[in-house]
């Protein structure tokens, strides 16, 4: 059973930064993308940031140039820099890995919180 583990949330104030971290336990064969999403109170949860095999990347227009996400093949991880936080930004953060077939695959989330 593959479980993905985030981590790196904790409180921070506006104008701050964090890095998440999401380490998958085994390995999944056929993953096409890797990414994090958020989920405010109260709000849907939305994509924030994917990364391909290929490298492509992919930004929610409210993080582009404040965030960046990267993998580590070797240790199985992807990270998400966060920098220039805002209170807005406050949500639990989701890692996902997605399959070729669509199969998702989450983490149970980290709080982020912004505020002063």
């Known amino acids: 059973q593959v479980q993905l583990v985030e981590s790196g949330g904790g409180l921070v104030q506006p104008g701050g930064s964090l890095r998440l971290s999401c380490a998958a336990s085994g390995t999944i064969f056929g993953i096409t993308a890797m990414g994090w999403y958020r989920q405010a109170p109260g709000k849907q949860r939305e994509l924030v940031a994917t990364?391909?095999?290929?490298?492509?990347?992919n930004y929610a227009d409210s993080v582009k140039g404040r965030f960046n996400i990267s993998r580590d093949n070797a240790k199985n991880t992807v990270y998400l820099q966060m920098n220039s936080l805002k209170p807005e930004d406050t949500a639990v953060y989701y890692c996902?890995?997605?399959?070729?077939?669509?199969?998702?695959?989450w983490g149970k989330g980290t709080l982020v919180t912004v505020s002063s």
């Open positions: 996902n890995r997605k399959k070729y077939d669509g199969t998702n695959y």
């Open positions: 990364i391909t095999n290929s490298d492509s990347t």
